[in-house]
């Protein structure tokens, strides 16, 4: 079940962060549109709520919240490594 959390973790985060206006503009050469974002984004927090009640049907909800949490900052990280990895290297803003 870690590893479906896990996975799960990694297609929401970035999702979400491709969902933000900033992060489409650096990483997309044409920007997205609106509609296109707020679908994105609400993926994203579809995804983030699937991985939670599956976290939380486990058996020990104390453990388990635990590990969600500390996956979640493990794929927000990774997300926003790739993100800056992206950017520096297409030649983006030095913000």
Not at 10 to 36: H, K, N
Not at 48 to 76: E, K, N
Not at 80 to 87: E, F, G, N, P, S
């Amino acid at each position: 079940m870690s590893l479906v959390l896990a996975l799960i973790g990694l297609v929401a985060v970035p999702l979400l962060a491709i969902g933000t206006p900033r992060q489409a503009a650096e990483l997309f050469a044409a920007p997205l549109g609106a509609t296109r974002q707020r679908v994105l984004r609400g993926m994203g927090f579809l995804l983030l709520g699937t991985g939670f009640v599956l976290a939380m049907g486990d058996g020990d909800v104390t453990r388990t919240l635990i590990a969600w949490i500390g996956q979640f900052s493990l794929a927000a990280l990774l997300t926003a490594l790739a993100c800056t990895i992206v950017r520096t290297r297409r030649g983006g803003r030095g913000r």
